[in-house]
C-alpha cells in the first residue's frame, strides 16, 4: 500500500528537481532520451553492421579527447534517463546515444565491444565508451569483458 505513493514521491521530487535545471540541461535530458529511443529502435530493427558502420570506423580506438565538464554531463543525462526509459536502455544503446551526442559535438571517442561468461557459463556481451580517459558508459565492469571489437570516431569541428 505504501510502494505506490513512495513511487508518486520519488516522481514528484525528479519533477521539480528538473523544474530548477538549467535550460541546457533539460535539452541535454531531453536530447538523450530521444537518442536513446532512436537507438533501441535501431539495435532492434537493423543489422549490427549497419550500426556500427553509423557509430564509427572498426577496429580503431581514440585517444584524444577535450572539454571533460561536457563529457560529464552528457554522461550524467544519458545514464540518469536511462534508468526511466519505458524501453530496455542496455549498454549498447546507452554507447550509442552518446556516440550520436558526441558525434554530433564533433568529440573524439571509442566504444568497445566484449564478451565473457557468466557464473552458468552462458557467454555475455557488453558495450562501453570512452572520450579521451573517461567512461562515460558501462566502464565499471570492463575488465570482465574481452574486447572483441571496437569502433572509433575522430573527431573535429564543423
Not at 27 to 36: G, K, N, R
Not at 54 to 68: A, C, F, H, M, V
Not at 88 to 96: G, I, Q, T
Not at 104 to 120: H, K, N, P, Q, W
Request: glycine share 8%; with cysteine; charged share 25%.
Amino acid at each position: 500500500m505504501l510502494k505506490p505513493f513512495r513511487r508518486l514521491k520519488k516522481t514528484f521530487y525528479y519533477c521539480r528537481k528538473f523544474l530548477v535545471i538549467s535550460r541546457a540541461k533539460k535539452l541535454l535530458i531531453l536530447e538523450a532520451f530521444l537518442l536513446l529511443g532512436i537507438a533501441r529502435l535501431a539495435i532492434i530493427t537493423l543489422p549490427f553492421k549497419k550500426i556500427a558502420s553509423y557509430l564509427g570506423n572498426l577496429d580503431q580506438e581514440i585517444d584524444w579527447t577535450e572539454e571533460t565538464d561536457l563529457l560529464k554531463e552528457v554522461a550524467w543525462a544519458v545514464n540518469g534517463v536511462a534508468r526511466f526509459t519505458p524501453w530496455k536502455s542496455n549498454c549498447l544503446a546507452r554507447a550509442a546515444a552518446v556516440a550520436i551526442i558526441l558525434r554530433r559535438r564533433g568529440i573524439s571517442y571509442s566504444i568497445y565491444l566484449g564478451v565473457a561468461r557468466d557464473e552458468t557459463n552462458n557467454l555475455t556481451a557488453h558495450a562501453w565508451l570512452r572520450s579521451g580517459q573517461l567512461y562515460l558508459t558501462g566502464g565499471e565492469n570492463r575488465e570482465q569483458f574481452t574486447v572483441t571489437g571496437t569502433l572509433g570516431y575522430q573527431g573535429g569541428r564543423r
